[in-house]
């Protein structure tokens, strides 16, 4: 032997591996050099005193990951090229210049130049938009995200159900379910608490659980959209969807809202039987207008759906968050007066609960069930099965309905907080919009500070505050700003809106604002 072999049967790590890392650490230090022919695994087994087997282990492992070479009728030899030396080529240089330094080498030396990635048109809509951006630090008092008072939320009653479940070690759980439309008992319950709650009646398996709305989204360009297509979103509207159409290789139609939620009239001139263009699929948030927060009235519910029918249009209904409605009583969902089987739903309780609980769904008309089952297979099998059962008991339990009705009653609190405090602060040089419903509210600030401007300002003042005009496909007025505040406690409003305050007056005077409608 050249170099000396030290192991220890008293160590916590197995023979072959102390083996590997001393004839690794050989070769690595130059003890053994490249080239060399090293002992056979029976010649070593004798020299330390070990099974040839624990040798032969060793020298497996030191083939496989190319510290020795084996040549037939000659023997096992240290490699020429060792993978320390490419990885360390590879943030120096190209694998090709190391080839190089070797002479004798054979091998054909890969180009030094690396190729662009070709990515699918998919890939190419995600890498031309970015929108995803994060800033490194969030402020201290966010209005930019629509999050639940997490505070609020009833950990106690929803671990005791998680508990049971794992009590009872029913191990159905951690196996894969031959459903991937969802947990049949939940789906139950969804149907059942649309029926009570939204006048939407469907079958269960009309039901598709989803990893949350924006999985519902993807599903549905997935399923339903080709490339060219023309779909229809509300101008403006959610940015989420919005995407997830461009990035199919949708063309978006903007079709316009106003004080009665989406304007019908617009849509019928320019896509009816009668124009020669049609929309494959139009995408409304009726109940709660995103980001206006205006609700379509009953009369348009129904002539929209009049011409879905009529033209064939698929409309998909996002319901995100219609249980948190304030005044007036409340309309049904398109779903709920669709008799032309034109409506997509889409529910999600990532408003109602939590975030990460991530878990939503979709009732689609029946001729639709085995597609979208198919693609929700396709896309990830299946949404956490755990979680859709204790999701389940929570819901039949009637914790859900008991948890949205008080959390209905300290969302409207804060939402008159908003308001009060907003025209105190601003006076005539705010409109308000959408005031009657959601934990959001958009706002129309009339002064000479820059959008961007205002917004950063606010973050040096530890206020996060989000524009709308990504929310526009098309042009965005000035000084229109979405306000989150489900998820602030009233002193941080108070506070945070005394802050935008003061981000608005540090140089520029407020003016009166116009109505926007």
Same mark, same amino acid.
């Given at each position: 032997?050249?170099?000396?072999?030290?192991?220890?049967?008293?160590?916590?790590?197995?023979?072959?591996?102390?083996?590997?890392?001393?004839?690794?650490?050989?070769?690595?230090?130059?003890?053994?050099?490249?080239?060399?022919?090293?002992?056979?695994?029976?010649?070593?087994?004798?020299?330390?005193?070990?099974?040839?087997?624990?040798?032969?282990?060793?020298?497996?492992?030191?083939?496989?990951?190319?510290?020795? $070479?084996?040549?037939?009728?000659?023997?096992?030899? +240290?490699? /020429?090229?060792?993978?320390?030396?490419?990885?360390?080529?590879?943030?120096?240089?190209?694998? *090709?210049?190391?080839?190089?330094?070797?002479?004798?080498?054979?091998?054909?030396?890969?180009?030094?130049?690396?190729?662009?990635?070709?990515?699918?048109?998919?890939?190419?809509?995600?890498?031309?938009?970015?929108?995803?951006?994060?800033?490194?630090?969030?402020?201290?008092?966010?209005?930019?995200?629509?999050?639940?008072?997490?505070?609020?939320?009833?950990?106690?009653?929803?671990?005791?159900? !998680?508990? /049971?479940?794992?009590?009872?070690?029913?191990?159905?759980?951690?196996?894969?379910?031959?459903?991937?439309?969802?947990?049949? #008992?939940?789906?139950?319950?969804?149907?059942?608490?649309?029926?009570?709650?939204?006048?939407?009646?469907?079958?269960?398996?009309?039901?598709?659980? +989803?990893?949350?709305?924006?999985?519902?989204?993807?599903?549905?360009?997935?399923?339903?959209?080709?490339?060219?297509?023309?779909?229809?979103?509300? $101008?403006?509207?959610?940015?989420?969807?919005?995407?997830?159409?461009?990035?199919?290789?949708?063309?978006?139609?903007?079709?316009? +809202?106003?004080?009665?939620?989406?304007?019908?009239? @617009?849509?019928?001139?320019?896509?009816?039987?009668?124009?020669?263009?049609?929309?494959?699929?139009?995408?409304?948030?009726?109940?709660?207008?995103?980001?206006?927060?205006?609700?379509?009235?009953?009369?348009?519910?129904?002539?929209?759906?009049?011409?879905?029918?009529?033209?064939?249009?698929? =409309?998909?209904?996002?319901?995100?968050?219609?249980? @948190?409605?304030?005044?007036?009583?409340?309309?049904?969902? =398109?779903? *709920?007066?669709?008799?032309?089987?034109?409506?997509?739903?889409?529910?999600?309780?990532?408003?109602? !609960?939590?975030?990460?609980?991530?878990?939503?769904?979709?009732?689609?008309?029946?001729?639709?069930?085995? +597609?979208?089952?198919?693609?929700?297979?396709?896309?990830? /099998?299946?949404?956490?099965?755990?979680?859709?059962?204790?999701?389940?008991?929570?819901?039949?339990?009637?914790?859900?309905?008991?948890?949205? /009705?008080?959390?209905?009653?300290?969302?409207?609190?804060?939402?008159?907080?908003?308001?009060?405090? =907003?025209?105190?602060?601003?006076?005539?040089?705010?409109?308000?919009?959408?005031?009657?419903?959601?934990?959001?509210?958009?706002?129309?600030?009339?002064?000479?500070? #820059?959008?961007?401007?205002?917004?950063?300002?606010?973050?040096?003042?530890?206020?996060? !505050?989000?524009?709308?005009?990504?929310?526009?496909?098309?042009?965005?007025?000035?000084? $229109?700003?979405?306000?989150?505040?489900?998820?602030?406690? $009233?002193?941080?409003?108070?506070?945070?809106?005394?802050?935008?305050?003061?981000?608005?007056?540090?140089?520029?005077?407020?003016?009166?604002?116009?109505?926007?409608?």
């Amino acid at each position: 032997m050249d170099f000396p072999i030290n192991i220890s049967t008293t160590s916590d790590h197995p023979l072959h591996r102390q083996i590997y890392d001393e004839v690794r650490q050989a070769i690595l230090s130059g003890r053994l050099p490249k080239g060399k022919r090293v002992p056979s695994t029976r010649e070593m087994a004798k020299s330390i005193g070990v099974a040839r087997a624990t040798v032969t282990l060793a020298y497996d492992y030191l083939l496989s990951e190319g510290y020795f $070479e084996a040549y037939r009728g000659s023997g096992t030899y +240290v490699s /020429r090229h060792l993978p320390d030396e490419l990885i360390e080529a590879g943030e120096i240089g190209t694998i *090709g210049e190391v080839l190089e330094t070797d002479q004798s080498s054979t091998m054909p030396r890969p180009p030094s130049i690396q190729r662009p990635r070709q990515l699918s048109q998919y890939g190419k809509a995600l890498q031309s938009r970015n929108w995803l951006g994060f800033p490194d630090h969030e402020p201290e008092i966010q209005f930019t995200f629509g999050r639940p008072d997490m505070d609020e939320f009833p950990m106690r009653i929803w671990s005791q159900l !998680l508990s /049971r479940h794992c009590r009872q070690r029913n191990l159905s759980l951690l196996d894969c379910p031959s459903r991937a439309s969802g947990f049949e #008992p939940l789906r139950s319950a969804i149907a059942d608490y649309l029926a009570r709650a939204r006048a939407v009646v469907c079958d269960k398996e009309q039901v598709i659980v +989803v990893n949350g709305s924006q999985q519902a989204l993807d599903l549905v360009t997935r399923v339903l959209v080709d490339p060219g297509d023309t779909v229809g979103i509300e $101008e403006p509207g959610y940015i989420g969807a919005q995407r997830a159409f461009q990035a199919q290789g949708a063309h978006l139609a903007p079709i316009f +809202v106003d004080q009665g939620g989406v304007r019908v009239d @617009y849509l019928k001139s320019r896509f009816d039987v009668s124009t020669n263009s049609s929309l494959k699929l139009l995408y409304v948030t009726p109940s709660h207008q995103y980001p206006t927060g205006v609700s379509l009235t009953l009369p348009r519910r129904l002539d929209l759906l009049s011409w879905a029918v009529r033209t064939g249009t698929i =409309l998909i209904e996002d319901d995100y968050d219609s249980e @948190y409605r304030y005044k007036g009583k409340p309309i049904p969902a =398109l779903a *709920g007066i669709d008799s032309g089987a034109s409506v997509i739903y889409v529910g999600t309780f990532s408003k109602v !609960l939590l975030p990460a609980l991530r878990l939503g769904y979709l009732v689609v008309p029946k001729d639709l069930i085995d +597609v979208f089952s198919r693609a929700k297979w396709l896309m990830d /099998r299946h949404s956490s099965l755990i979680q859709q059962q204790v999701l389940s008991d929570f819901i039949l339990e009637g914790h859900l309905e008991r948890h949205i /009705r008080r959390m209905r009653a300290i969302y409207s609190q804060r939402r008159q907080l908003m308001i009060d405090v =907003l025209n105190g602060l601003f006076e005539k040089s705010v409109t308000i919009y959408g005031e009657n419903a959601g934990i959001n509210m958009l706002v129309r600030l009339k002064t000479e500070v #820059p959008d961007d401007v205002l917004v950063e300002r606010a973050r040096n003042l530890g206020v996060g !505050l989000v524009s709308t005009r990504n929310m526009y496909l098309g042009d965005a007025p000035r000084g $229109e700003f979405l306000l989150n505040y489900g998820s602030l406690k $009233e002193e941080q409003i108070i506070e945070g809106l005394t802050r935008l305050r003061s981000a608005m007056a540090d140089r520029d005077e407020l003016l009166p604002v116009e109505s926007r409608f």
